[in-house]
Each structure stands twice: as structure tokens, then as C-alpha cells.
């Protein structure tokens, strides 16, 4: 198929753009009658973008009016062709056969909740090649999605507008009629017709700049053949940015593109992609395939980022490092980001999945081998003790839901991808990647990888095909291992009998589901070695261990069980951290009393490690949320303050000689959750800190800001609430604003909540970052819960225009109702959203009703126990 565009965004704020595709090939179904999914039409743009095409071989010619032509081969005669297409309106189409006449199309009938537009001819369409020509206008929309506008304001306060692209999973549709389905590749030739003071950037790197003859104003910038490639990976921005550029040490350049003035933020990243590039050259053993990669920091951007090959695009806040004021967790996150879509340059880029069924294969791969990347980049950072908490956990929790899906899941209509963008695709994904890994090893594993790349290069490929690569590597079952935790939602519980002589692991129930699940053993003599690996492959296997004495610990699957271990140290923390979080889990699923887990808790008196403590801290908030519901909710506050104090005197408010990362990470968690639980030395010391911070005395440092502000906005009055609105006005970075607009729910009086709400719908909020706002409000405590559910309901039809169609939507519904304990309340989150639907979050508000059912179950079962243990832990021994 031969395409060619051009687009022309006319607002007086919005940079004039034309867009030239050229698409010379095609791969994917021959049919002339190509069928792919579309959403409704909603939100009327304040600006349009016209198309205009003219496909021909040697020669591209403007015309004045829009038009789009794509050079098609026609395998068997049809009167009709359908199309993707979204937001767009059609004025008149035409069919030129090679060397024959040109065919005019009499009728185009809209599919709108298909996405789909059929162009109907008056005769049939024969066999062979020709030219379809469409002259039509689109959407230059406010959505976040497709080819939108994204609001920013210059250094000299000037509020101006970039023109940006948003495709995946289905929005390339938005921009110009299409097959819009990944498996349709095609390769890309574009131009751009801008204002000469605007950036211009597209997939591939510039071969052409010159005055455009029309108009003085305007250059014409043309780029390099884009590789055969899927729709939903185009990409084109226009804007006023600045660069800073490095080469890696494979010759590709690499480029970060920020705001205005920000250039200094850019370089963190860079040096990250500098880094990276030569990192997965050599892990894949397969070169970066094009000359050159650019990262760009996007205003308005509902994802964290976004792969388009060569031109990958975040939010700020997932690329802008400033070295005075970005905080360690930032730097972090930063490096995770550029990670994770710097591998898909590869994994989803060159190799791509068949259908969006296989979308977990792309996300669950990158949100592995981020990890591997930022490990070899930053060593310091012990992430992947870190990633038992941030995915591993993660993934747990939501699996165990019977509203959850399996990794492998159908999609149809497009509603359905984004639904499936969740902690399954993406860190169960990564989860069971990282599980294949260990079983493989590290050299076999490359090896498949490698042949994976090379055969599926520039193609689609599916699950299987990767099985069958690593199967062909290893000479291992992979395809039968892994299978059974693709296939199947839910995860095995491996219960161990021991004996001095043996063990046995065995399965829960043989009518449940089956996994095969490889096992590792290490024992206390060496935590760090494994002893033995086994697959459990049946319900019931036993297993002899030679030379372990009576006193010595055994445990299986290091890296995911002992109170001695966990007091002395000698578990590694990623098992302290597992055994916390596993029992954790158990207790809300009522296999134990949750009295159990406290007394776990303390156990943990000793851990210097900041892992072990996030994974702590997050299960003790879902505690203090859940009893939150009770008369006692001060009493686990009191146990809070209890077991993170000693830690907290130990780590003090400023940073010693020799500290790291993990300590400034540390810190900060402490802190921030000593000053919410109330300590009172650690609330006068944040407010002494904080007014010094605001008076200009002395400049809170980045790490401690956050849990400094969290701690005076739980326990201030509206004074605090204007002085901490005033701060995020005056902040010239997106970090510090979102830092902010995290934290402000805290505020205790309703009227303040209130007045939180109202603001997270302001212009003074990015469109993305009121989900955060409403969401930190809801989060904070009962009273905010309430607030935050009324809020969305009062707004549902604004918020609902905002996001529908994208996962922003299920993260709003998550974290406004997910907190509730009430049964009553499942029934009035079904019945609201029975009544208000919103098609791409019905799994996540299944999985909501079922959370608030199990909370309530949770209580009534050991509420009583809880409280009795808590009273008794004050109570002085006689």
C-alpha cells in the first residue's frame, strides 16, 4: 500500500502542520477487504486537521483541500472497502486501478463503535494494484489520544499549544483512515510542513529542510523511510523544545528533548539512553536499527510513556531530572521508564505481537528487563530486591481476585485493549518472565532471545513462537511450563510438609488448576546459594535433602521463611520482605488470623533494608485503611509509630558521609510515615522544617520534601492547605507539582477536602493529574473516601469525557472506590456504574466490588482479634 498525507492544524495557537505519509508496502491480510475495530465520537474539538494526499510514484504535489491516498492491492474484486476510522469525516473518495480510470465512491457508511468506515463504489474494484484517494478533515483533539494538542507555557508566561501523537493501542484510526491492527505493517515516508520556529520530529531521522514555496513562515521537513512497521508505532510532534545529545558507544545518536529553558533536566536520561542502547545490543545480540532515537517530554500525556520507534515520548515527570531538585525515587523512576521503552525499540518494535491477545508478551518482557537495564546501569539501586515489592507483590494482590484474567486474554472490540494495560499484562507479565528466566538461565535465555529477534525481525510473532525459541535454546518444556501461567488466572500456594528425613511439597486441592512450577531450595547454612531446583510438574512430589540438621532452616523459592531469620538477618531481605508479604496476603484471603502478621511485623525490629520497610509500610497502610472503618483506628496508628521509630531515630532527618540511594529512599519513607501516623517529634520537627522551607530560610531537600509535606498537611488547617496551593503555583517543575498534588488529600477537615477536590478539576491541574489528585483524597482516610466517591458521581460526565476509551478511567474508579469496607457498598459501585457504563473499565470495576466485598469480609472476621492483640500489646505484663 503506497500512503501519502498531509495534515494542516489551523488555530491561531496551534502550530500550522502538514503531515506527508508515503507507505510503500505492506504486510498483513492481502484481502481488499480489510476488517479491523472503532470508539464513539465524543467531545467536540476546538480545532481540525485536514489531510492531503496524492500518491504517486516519483512526484508529491500539495493541493489545497485535504486528501489521503494510499496505494493498495486489490486480491479480489469487492464494491466496497472498509477502513479504520475514528473522528474523522470523509468528503469525497476514489479508486484509480493501475492504468485504468478513476472510480469515485458513492457512499461511506460509519461504524462508530467499530471504528470502521466502508467506502462503497458503484462498481466492482478488480484485481491488481491501484491508488485510493480520500479527501476528508479530522480532529485535532483534547483527549490525550490520536493526534492531539498538548497545552503548554513558555519561560515568558505565554500559554501555547504543541501538536502531538498518542496511537496505541487504536488511535492512529484519529489521524488518517487506516488498518489500524498491529499486524498490518507498512513503512512510513513523512513530511512536515511547520512554522519555522517549531521542532519538528517523526519516527526517523531529518534528510531535508527547506523554505516551503506557499508561505514564508513555514519549512518543509522531510525524514528518512520509516522500517516496515505497525500503525500504532507512528509517531510526529510539533512544538518549541530544546535538546541535549550524546552518541552512544554504538553510534546511534540519542537526543532528549525538554521544555524551553530545561535542557539541564534532559541529561539524566540521556545518560541512561546512553547507556542502554549498547546494553541490549549485546544482551539481544542484535543492533539498534535505526541511526537515531529521540526522547521527548510531553505537557499533557496519559500514559508514563509511550515506545513510537525513534521517537519515544513521556511525561515529564517520567524524563526530567533537575540535579538540585528532583528527588532520589524520581531519578529512579526516570531510569525504569527509559528502561522499559528503550527495550521495546526491540521487543514490540522490531518483533511485534501478532494481536493485542498477545499485548502482555511486549509489557510483561519490558517490565522484566527494565530491571535488568537499570541493575547494569545502576547497580547501587538493588532493584530487583525492589521488584519483588513494586510487581511481584503487585501482581499477587490482583490475581488473587476471582474478577482477575489470565496473562493471555481474547481482545475483540477495542474497548476491551485497554482494559488488559493493568498489573496482570504488566507486572504478572514481568513476574513469570523473571521466573522463566531463573529456570532457563541467563545464557540459554539470550540465545532464544536472540533467535527470536532474528527470525520474527520487521514480522508479528505470538506467545508461542517465543516458547518455541527458548524451547529450542534450553532444550526445556518451556512452552508446557508456561503455558499453565499464561493460560490461567490465579497462582498455586505450595504447601510443604517436612520431616527430618524428606519433604513434600503438595498441592492445595488436585481438582483446582494445575501450574508447573520450578522450585529452588537453599537452607540456612548458605541463604544465598541454591541447594537444589526441581520442577513440580504433579500435585504431590517429595524431595530429599542430605546433610541438614534439626536446627537449621529450610526454604523454598529463596527470594520470595523464619522469625530467627528475619530478627538476625540471615534471610536475605528479599525472603523477609516475601515471608511479610506472603503471610500478608494469606491473612486477607482468611487462611490466617491477621494477629499473625502483626506479631510477624515485629519482628522486624532490626531491618536496615529499604525494601523490606516500602513493602511493610504499604501492608500496614492497607491495615490502617481497612480499621479505618473501626472505633480503634488510633490504636494501629500507635503500632505504626511503635515499629517505625526505632528505624526512624536511627536514620535521623539529614543525610550522614557515605550514604546512597537506598538510605535517601529510606528516609523519606520513615519520615513520611511516622509524621501520618502522628509522632509528635516527628510533626514539630516537619513543621519547624516546613516554615523555614516556605519563609526561604532554609531549602527542604528533595527527598525529605514529600514526607515533610504529607506530614503538615494530615495535621494543618486551611492556612497550611493555601500555603502548600500557593507552592504548587510558584513550582516550575512538573515533579514538584505532581510531588504536591500527591499529598494534598491528607487535609482532615471536610470543607478542606472539599476544597482539595474542586482544585483537582481546575486549570492549575494537568488533565492526566487529576486522577491522582481525587485518588490521593480518596486514599487518606474514611472521611476523604467518602468525599472523593460523592466528587466522581457529581462529575462523572465530566470526568468520564476526559478519559473514556483509556486505562485513566480504571485508575480514577480504583482509587476512589477500592478503599471501601462495606458491603452496601459493592451494591452502590455496581448500581452506578450499571446505570453510568463505561465499557473499557467493566473488569475494573468487577474487581472493585470484590475488593470492597473481601475488605468486608476481612472485618468481620478479624476486627475483634485485632483490636484484642493491639489493647494488649499497651498492656504492661503483671
Same mark, same amino acid.
Given at each position: 500500500m503506497y500512503q501519502e498525507s498531509n495534515i494542516c492544524c489551523i488555530c491561531s495557537e496551534t502550530p500550522c502542520v502538514l503531515l506527508c505519509f508515503f507507505t510503500r508496502s505492506l504486510s498483513g491480510p492481502g484481502d481488499g477487504l480489510i476488517e479491523a475495530p472503532h470508539f464513539p465520537d465524543t467531545l467536540?474539538?476546538?480545532?481540525?486537521?485536514?489531510?492531503?494526499?496524492?500518491?504517486?510514484?516519483?512526484?508529491?504535489?500539495?493541493?489545497? !483541500? *485535504?486528501?489521503?491516498?494510499?496505494?493498495?492491492? +486489490?486480491?479480489? @474484486? =469487492?464494491?466496497? %472497502?472498509?477502513?479504520?476510522?475514528?473522528?474523522?469525516?470523509?468528503?469525497?473518495?476514489?479508486?484509480?486501478?493501475?492504468?485504468?480510470?478513476?472510480?469515485?465512491?458513492?457512499?461511506?457508511?460509519?461504524?462508530?463503535?467499530?471504528?470502521?468506515?466502508?467506502?462503497?463504489?458503484?462498481?466492482?474494484?478488480?484485481?491488481?494494484?491501484?491508488?485510493?484517494?480520500?479527501?476528508?478533515?479530522?480532529?485535532?483533539?483534547?483527549?490525550?489520544?490520536?493526534?492531539?494538542?498538548?497545552?503548554?507555557?513558555?519561560?515568558?508566561?505565554?500559554?501555547?499549544?504543541?501538536?502531538?501523537?498518542?496511537?496505541?493501542?487504536?488511535?492512529?484510526?484519529?489521524?488518517?483512515?487506516?488498518?489500524?491492527?498491529?499486524?498490518?505493517?507498512?513503512?512510513?515516508?513523512?513530511?512536515?510542513?511547520?512554522?519555522?520556529?517549531?521542532?519538528?520530529?517523526?519516527?526517523?531521522?531529518?534528510?531535508?529542510?527547506?523554505? !516551503? *514555496?506557499?508561505?514564508?513562515?513555514?519549512?518543509? +521537513?522531510?525524514? @528518512? =523511510?520509516?522500517? %516496515?512497521?505497525?500503525?500504532?508505532?507512528?509517531?510526529?510532534?510539533?512544538?518549541?523544545?530544546?535538546?541535549?545529545?550524546?552518541?552512544?558507544?554504538?553510534?546511534?545518536?540519542?537526543?532528549?528533548?525538554?521544555?524551553?529553558?530545561?535542557?539541564?533536566?534532559?541529561?539524566?536520561?540521556?545518560?541512561?539512553?546512553?547507556?542502554?542502547?549498547?546494553?541490549?545490543?549485546?544482551?539481544?545480540?542484535?543492533?539498534?536499527?535505526?541511526?537515531?532515537?529521540?526522547?521527548?517530554?510531553?505537557?499533557?500525556?496519559?500514559?508514563?510513556?509511550?515506545?513510537?520507534?525513534?521517537?519515544?515520548?513521556?511525561?515529564?515527570?517520567?524524563?526530567?531530572?533537575?540535579?538540585?531538585?528532583?528527588?532520589?525515587?524520581?531519578?529512579?523512576?526516570?531510569?525504569?521508564?527509559?528502561?522499559?521503552?528503550?527495550?521495546?525499540?526491540?521487543?514490540?518494535?522490531?518483533?511485534?505481537?501478532?494481536?493485542?491477545?498477545?499485548?502482555?508478551?511486549?509489557?510483561?518482557?519490558?517490565?522484566?528487563?527494565?530491571?535488568?537495564?537499570?541493575?547494569?546501569?545502576?547497580?547501587?539501586?538493588?532493584?530487583?530486591?525492589?521488584?519483588?515489592?513494586?510487581?511481584?507483590?503487585?501482581?499477587?494482590?490482583?490475581?488473587?481476585?476471582?474478577?482477575?484474567?489470565?496473562?493471555?486474554?481474547?481482545?475483540?472490540?477495542?474497548?476491551?485493549?485497554?482494559?488488559?494495560?493493568?498489573?496482570?499484562?504488566?507486572?504478572?507479565?514481568?513476574?513469570?518472565?523473571?521466573?522463566?528466566?531463573?529456570?532457563?538461565?541467563?545464557?540459554?535465555?539470550?540465545?532464544?532471545?536472540?533467535?527470536?529477534?532474528?527470525?520474527?525481525?520487521?514480522?508479528?510473532?505470538?506467545?508461542?513462537?517465543?516458547?518455541?525459541?527458548?524451547?529450542?535454546?534450553?532444550?526445556?518444556?518451556?512452552?508446557?511450563?508456561?503455558?499453565?501461567?499464561?493460560?490461567?488466572?490465579?497462582?498455586?500456594?505450595?504447601?510443604v510438609d517436612q520431616e527430618q528425613v524428606s519433604f513434600t511439597d503438595k498441592g492445595v486441592n488436585q481438582d483446582c488448576p494445575s501450574w508447573m512450577v520450578p522450585i529452588s531450595i537453599c537452607t540456612s547454612e548458605d541463604p544465598k546459594c541454591t541447594m537444589l531446583k526441581v520442577l513440580l510438574d504433579r500435585p504431590e512430589t517429595t524431595i530429599t535433602l542430605s546433610g541438614v540438621g534439626p536446627d537449621q532452616w529450610i526454604k523454598i523459592n529463596p527470594g520470595t521463611s523464619l522469625l530467627p531469620g528475619i530478627r538476625d538477618l540471615s534471610l536475605q531481605p528479599v525472603d523477609r520482605l516475601g515471608l511479610q508479604n506472603d503471610l500478608f496476603s494469606l491473612s486477607r484471603a482468611g487462611m490466617i488470623s491477621t494477629v499473625e502478621v502483626l506479631r510477624l511485623m515485629e519482628a522486624f525490629v532490626n531491618e536496615p533494608n529499604y525494601t523490606v520497610w516500602s513493602d511493610l509500610s504499604c501492608n500496614l497502610g492497607v491495615l490502617s485503611s481497612l480499621l479505618s472503618h473501626t472505633d480503634f483506628h488510633e490504636e494501629i496508628q500507635e503500632f505504626i509509630r511503635d515499629l517505625f521509630t526505632p528505624i526512624g531515630l536511627e536514620l535521623g532527618w539529614d543525610s550522614k558521609p557515605g550514604e546512597g540511594h537506598l538510605d535517601a529512599l529510606l528516609r523519606g519513607l520513615v519520615l513520611g510515615k511516622l509524621g501520618k501516623a502522628g509522632h509528635k517529634p516527628t510533626l514539630e520537627e516537619a513543621r519547624r522544617r516546613f516554615k523555614d522551607h516556605v519563609e526561604g530560610k532554609q531549602v527542604l531537600p528533595a527527598d525529605l520534601r514529600s514526607p515533610v509535606y504529607l506530614t503538615v498537611l494530615k495535621h494543618g488547617d486551611s492556612a497550611t492547605l493555601d500555603t502548600m496551593l500557593k507552592l504548587h503555583k510558584q513550582a516550575d517543575m512538573q515533579e514538584e507539582k505532581n510531588r504536591i498534588e500527591r499529598v494534598l488529600g491528607a487535609i482532615s477537615a471536610p470543607d478542606l477536602i472539599q476544597k482539595v477536590l474542586n482544585f483537582a478539576l481546575s486549570e492549575e491541574v494537568r488533565p492526566q493529574d487529576t486522577v491522582s489528585v481525587i485518588g490521593g483524597v480518596a486514599g487518606s482516610s474514611k472521611q476523604g473516601r467518602k468525599a472523593a466517591w460523592k466528587f466522581v458521581k457529581d462529575n462523572w460526565e465530566e470526568l468520564y469525557n476526559r478519559y473514556q476509551g483509556g486505562f485513566l478511567i480504571s485508575r480514577l474508579i480504583k482509587l476512589t472506590v477500592d478503599g471501601f469496607a462495606i458491603d452496601k457498598m459493592a451494591a452502590e459501585v455496581k448500581s452506578f456504574f450499571e446505570s453510568h457504563p463505561a465499557p473499557a473499565a467493566e473488569r475494573t470495576v468487577q474487581q472493585c466490588c470484590e475488593n470492597i466485598l473481601l475488605n468486608a469480609a476481612w472485618l468481620k472476621r478479624d476486627a475483634d482479634d485485632i483490636h484484642q492483640y493491639l489493647l494488649q500489646r499497651k498492656t504492661p505484663p503483671v
Open positions: 467536540s474539538s476546538p480545532d481540525r486537521f485536514g489531510f492531503e494526499i496524492v500518491a504517486q510514484q516519483k512526484q508529491v504535489k500539495s493541493i489545497s !483541500y *485535504p486528501v489521503l491516498c494510499q496505494y493498495l492491492q +486489490v486480491t479480489q @474484486a =469487492t464494491n466496497q %472497502i472498509v477502513m479504520n476510522c475514528a473522528d474523522i469525516d470523509i468528503i469525497t473518495a476514489s479508486f484509480a486501478p493501475q492504468g485504468g480510470e478513476e472510480i469515485n465512491a458513492t457512499g461511506f457508511n460509519y461504524q462508530n463503535e467499530d471504528e470502521k468506515v466502508t467506502l462503497s463504489f458503484p462498481s466492482a474494484l478488480q484485481k491488481g494494484s491501484g491508488t485510493l484517494k480520500i479527501d476528508f478533515v479530522g480532529e485535532l483533539n483534547d483527549k490525550m489520544k490520536g493526534f492531539y494538542r498538548s497545552k503548554y507555557t513558555t519561560p515568558a508566561g505565554d500559554i501555547r499549544y504543541a501538536a502531538v501523537t498518542q496511537f496505541e493501542a487504536t488511535d492512529a484510526r484519529r489521524a488518517f483512515p487506516c488498518w489500524d491492527e498491529p499486524a498490518i505493517k507498512a513503512t512510513f515516508d513523512i513530511t512536515l510542513i511547520v512554522p519555522k520556529d517549531r521542532v519538528a520530529l517523526s519516527n526517523m531521522n531529518v534528510i531535508d529542510r527547506k523554505p !516551503y *514555496p506557499d508561505d514564508e513562515n513555514l519549512v518543509e +521537513v522531510k525524514f @528518512a =523511510t520509516t522500517p %516496515i512497521m505497525s500503525t500504532y508505532l507512528v509517531a510526529f510532534v510539533i512544538g518549541e523544545y530544546d535538546y541535549v545529545e550524546s552518541q552512544s558507544s554504538d553510534g546511534v545518536t540519542v537526543r532528549v528533548y525538554t521544555p524551553v529553558g530545561k535542557a539541564e533536566q534532559g541529561k539524566f536520561a540521556l545518560e541512561v539512553a546512553t547507556k542502554t542502547l549498547p546494553f541490549y545490543k549485546d544482551y539481544f545480540s542484535v543492533p539498534y536499527p535505526l541511526p537515531k532515537i529521540d526522547l521527548i517530554a510531553i505537557a499533557d500525556f496519559a500514559a508514563g510513556a509511550m515506545e513510537n520507534w525513534g521517537l519515544v515520548t513521556y511525561r515529564e515527570t517520567a524524563l526530567l531530572i533537575d540535579p538540585k531538585n528532583s528527588c532520589s525515587s524520581s531519578r529512579q523512576w526516570v531510569a525504569l521508564v527509559v528502561g522499559h521503552e528503550l527495550a521495546h525499540q526491540w521487543f514490540g518494535n522490531l518483533v511485534t505481537m501478532e494481536w493485542w491477545t498477545h499485548l502482555w508478551l511486549n509489557e510483561g518482557f519490558a517490565s522484566w528487563i527494565e530491571y535488568l537495564c537499570v541493575d547494569h546501569c545502576f547497580p547501587e539501586y538493588d532493584i530487583w530486591t525492589q521488584f519483588v515489592s513494586a510487581d511481584y507483590t503487585r501482581a499477587l494482590d490482583l490475581d488473587a481476585l476471582d474478577s482477575s484474567h489470565p496473562i493471555e486474554v481474547n481482545v475483540g472490540h477495542p474497548s476491551e485493549v485497554d482494559e488488559i494495560f493493568d498489573a496482570i499484562s504488566y507486572s504478572k507479565g514481568a513476574s513469570v518472565i523473571r521466573m522463566l528466566h531463573n529456570y532457563i538461565g541467563d545464557e540459554d535465555f539470550r540465545k532464544g532471545m536472540n533467535a527470536y529477534l532474528l527470525k520474527f525481525q520487521h514480522k508479528n510473532a505470538s506467545t508461542e513462537d517465543l516458547w518455541d525459541c527458548l524451547e529450542q535454546a534450553s532444550g526445556k518444556p518451556i512452552a508446557a511450563v508456561m503455558g499453565s501461567w499464561t493460560k490461567q488466572m490465579g497462582f498455586p500456594i505450595i504447601v
